[in-house]
C-alpha cells in the first residue's frame, strides 16, 4: 500500500515509529520523505487502508491511500 502523508521530518517518523511497527511488523514499512508527498509504504496482508490512515491521523498527519 501506498499513501500520502503530511510526515515532514525524521523525527516524526521516529515518534510514529513504534505505532506502525505495532500494526504492520517492524521492517514492512517506510517513508519516502524526499517525495513531495512524503510517501508511506506498507508491505502488509494483515493491514487494512484505513487502518493506516486513522493511525496517522490520531498523531495530527494526514494520510491519503494513493492509487
Aim: hydrophobic share 40%.
Amino acid at each position: 500500500m501506498v499513501f500520502a502523508t503530511s510526515v515532514q521530518s525524521h523525527e516524526q517518523v521516529k515518534t510514529l515509529a513504534p505505532k506502525i511497527n505495532s500494526l504492520a511488523g517492524k521492517g514492512r514499512w517506510n517513508f519516502a520523505l524526499d517525495d513531495c508527498d512524503k510517501i508511506l509504504r506498507i508491505v502488509s496482508d494483515r493491514v487494512k487502508p484505513q487502518q493506516a490512515v486513522a493511525l496517522l491521523e490520531k498523531y495530527g498527519f494526514t494520510c491519503n491511500e494513493l492509487d
